[in-house]
């Protein structure tokens, strides 16, 4: 069973299926136990995340700490952030 203990806030995650299939995305909120919410400031924007079940998550063992941060001191995120978030660690 997935659960959200092995994702966190910031993490760089690969969508396994439905329409956004082989697209990186950072989890930016957690839901409940098998749900988080990602946005990746592209086709996901920040104001309206998907909210994407853990198990159809790849994780990857990168936290964008800036990210993480940000939401963490609710400061406000902009989506051209998340994309450079997701060029600088040199995935996207």
């Known amino acids: 069973m997935n659960t959200t203990h092995e994702v ?10 439905g329409r956004d299939k082989d697209k990186l995305f950072i989890v930016i909120g957690i839901v409940d136990e098998q749900y988080v919410l990602i946005s990746d400031g ?3 924007k920040i104001d309206k995340p ?20 940000k939401i ?14 997701l060029e600088k660690l040199g995935l996207s």
């Open 42 to 44: 592209d086709l996901r």
């Open 50 to 69: 998907k909210k994407k079940k853990v198990k159809h998550l790849g994780k990857y063992n990168i936290i964008s700490e800036a990210v993480k941060n």
């Open 8 to 17: 966190s806030i910031g993490q760089i995650v690969k969508s396994k299926a």
């Open 72 to 85: 963490e001191n609710n400061e406000k995120i902009s989506n051209l952030f998340l994309r450079r978030e």
